[in-house]
Nanobody
Framework: QAQLVESGGGLVQPGGSLRVSCAASGIIFRLYAMGWYRQAPGKQRELVAAITSGGSTNYVDSVKGRFTISRDNAKNTVYLQMNSLKPEDTAVYYC????????????WGKGTLVTVSS
């Protein structure tokens, strides 16, 4: 039973910072490429950041320089550090286990809400 559980969302002011976490179980975490997606009401879900099993990272252009994805394999946890937050970052942030090796996987967490507002 694969399970991804996000935490750390909340209300933050523009320009502030927040770190969301995703704890994984039921998978061999260290073998998976992981990603953070977000979805705002009425909008498509978009990939925000991804990290491979080896630690390589990629980001959507809108968050480059502001967000950092990282992983702690000993804790089976992937993080998204969000700095210089903007109102347009407001969304439900979802954790995804995307790839193991060359096999595409689609395990999802239930999401954690991040609201950026003054």
């Amino acid at each position: 039973q694969a399970q991804l559980v996000e935490s750390g969302g909340g209300l933050v002011q523009p320009g502030g910072s927040l770190r969301v976490s995703c704890a994984a179980s039921g998978i061999i975490f260290r073998l998976y490429a992981m990603g953070w997606y977000r979805q705002a009401p009425g909008k498509q879900r978009e990939l925000v950041a991804a990290i491979t099993s080896g630690g390589s990272t990629n980001y959507v252009d809108s968050v480059k320089g502001r967000f950092t994805i990282s992983r702690d394999n000993a804790k089976n946890t992937v993080y998204l550090q969000m700095n210089s937050l903007k109102p347009e970052d407001t969304a439900v942030y979802y954790c995804n286990a995307g790839w193991v090796g060359t096999q595409k996987i689609d395990y999802w967490g239930k999401g954690t809400l991040v609201t950026v507002s003054s």
